[in-house]
């Protein structure tokens, strides 16, 4: 399987790092192989070759902060667009891993439109484009036989769209409740322990939980953004940013952290959605709530189902390696599809 | 897809039902279809059909405790045995639903390795078999290009196998550690409410959670099946009963219960294995591990990973609709697999 990267951050190296060091594993136990023949970036340049770059010198260069230390190889091309990528037409699949606009999913939208229109799978860690056009992105995709993915848009690695597409295949989901932002889970986590709020945050910020602008984390956006995709995805929702009542957690005190848990209850910042629409809201929880328990930046939802009713999946909600395994969970749900085993 | 089942009890019935309401909408949202072609009972008697059985007429006679009730139909033969209906030879997979026997896996043993060598898919909510001799039929199906299958094994539809099959196809699972037994977990939840044990117990009895003699579920044998089988099956571990250190839940007092509640704690009786081996005790669990929230008869397995960490899935342990629901989504992962879609 032939791969175009755009974007080549910490998911993106993660992805490539796995390839890197479970190929042989791969190859044997699920008779997968990939070559990543295209690297686009903003700030290190882009790199193509036909028959893949090499994995260990690309990691380097990136580590390295520029392409321009890769290595000259027979075929290599240095400084190409995505477009012009595309329009080579080798890649089996472009992996969107660029960093996400919740405004405008822009310039990622146009590279997704413009890779399925090529005829390539569609693999995204990039939340916007399923964000804000996850229908028209899947109705294009199923029009010309091919996967639009998005495993590493939510929960990280931790398989959430692959559990209803196969594993909840036979069974309605009707909706989708958890703790998607692993930011604020971290800090309220904290928060419970005595530190306040702004400690908290700062500590998010050094351990790479939070941006360094936290607004999209702390006031809900990163969450509702999430929950969006969750519900487009899982149940076939119809749903826009305009159908979700958004807040976070910037209004809950210490004393609120403290009267909750005098009454045997936990904050949680609760994003959930139905067909209908949906919220993003610091709810109160009682501990025998399974999201309850569910602490620091661990992250978790639970479907409600027709068939085996409430199933509550949890794990890491980020983090290079747990994110970059989605990518591959996602290719590999692409191999299974296309028979290519 | 036509079908043999081995066994029309709870399960059994459970699966009927879901294939009779939802078959519109199997066909349409999964393109599958099924016949139940042979029904084989040790207490109501036997009907095969090659066109297919009538599934209300046939739910109507179990409930009535008999097929001698159920209509005659052209075509329609009674009394036949499972052998007769695997000769026979026209059904696509066998589905054994029969009585779990934990000593010999008989007679439902034998049925297998019979349908399998007769180029039948299996798919098994007994959990004898597959504790006793998962190697032995995974291999032979395997050989024959065909599936075995026993998702309703384990907490009943809770998507255990199916996660680790194909939503972490590209991670290793290096161990599973869960609460898979329902009754023991009911009891100790109710125990910690102040309820005694033989309170507790008659309880679970009433509610159908505990079978009348209740030794299986309480002295631990029930979740050493069942953590066996995961192992076998998600890990490929060689394990037999005999690698396992199993206990139960009787030698637990109220004053245990008071004094790891008094410590911030809580039992569960845990289920654990890795590939070199397993155990199952009634254990102190810390509020914060995702295992201590699960109350009630839910079930839950952590299953840790090598690319994503911990993976918690939560859901129902058992139930009519519940594991008649994971029969169905082995026949569509099965239906996947051969891509009949």
Redesign the interface.
């Known amino acids: 399987m032939k791969l175009i990267l755009v974007g080549f951050g910490v998911v993106g190296q993660g992805f490539a790092e796995?390839l890197r060091d479970?190929a042989a594993?791969?190859k044997r136990s699920?008779g997968?192989a990939a070559a990543i023949i295209g690297v686009v970036t903003a700030s290190k340049g882009a790199l193509y070759r036909s028959d893949g770059l090499d994995l260990p010198a690309l990691l380097e260069a990136a580590g390295d902060g520029s392409f321009a230390l890769y290595p000259d190889q027979p075929g290599l091309r240095r400084g190409w667009g995505a477009e012009d990528m595309i329009a080579a037409g080798e890649a089996d699949a472009l992996v969107e891993v660029s960093p996400t606009n919740l405004e405008t999913a822009q310039p990622a939208l146009d590279i997704c439109k413009r890779a399925l229109d090529a005829g390539m799978h569609l693999v995204l860690a990039n939340k916007g484009p399923v964000a804000l056009d996850y229908a028209n992105l899947q109705a294009k995709a199923r029009a010309k036989g091919l996967q639009m993915r998005c495993e590493a848009t939510v929960m990280?690695?931790?398989?959430t769209m692959?559990?209803a597409d196969?594993?909840?295949?036979?069974?309605?989901i009707l909706s989708a409740r958890g703790i998607l932002n692993g930011t604020t889970n971290y800090i309220l986590t904290q928060m419970e322990s005595g530190m306040p709020y702004e400690s908290a945050l700062t500590q998010a910020q050094e351990l790479g939980y939070a941006e360094t602008d936290p607004t999209g984390d702390v006031e809900g956006w990163d969450a509702a953004g999430k929950v969006l995709i969750l519900a487009n995805a899982l149940f076939g929702a119809a749903l826009t940013m305009d159908d979700l009542d958004v807040s976070g957690i910037t209004q809950i005190s210490a004393a609120d952290i403290a009267d909750a848990q005098a009454a045997g209850c936990r904050y949680k910042l609760i994003a959930g959605a139905t067909a209908e629409g949906g919220m993003v809201k610091a709810t109160r929880l009682p501990?025998?709530?399974?999201l309850?328990?569910?602490?620091g930046s661990t992250n978790a939802v639970t479907l409600e189902t027709d068939?085996?009713?409430?199933?509550?999946?949890?794990?890491?909600g980020a983090?290079k390696?747990?994110t970059?395994?989605a990518i591959?969970?996602d290719l590999?749900?692409i191999q299974?599809a296309a028979?290519l085993t």
């Not at 990280?156 to 398989?159: F, L």
């Not at 196969?166 to 309605?172: I, K, N, P, R, T």
């Not at 068939?307 to 890491?316: E, F, P, Q, S």
């Open positions: 796995i479970k594993e791969l699920q997968f990280a690695g931790t398989p692959q559990l196969e594993a909840l295949a036979g069974c309605e501990l025998a709530d399974p309850a328990g569910v602490g068939l085996l009713g409430d199933i509550t999946l949890i794990g890491a983090g390696r747990e970059g395994a591959l969970s590999l749900a299974r028979g």
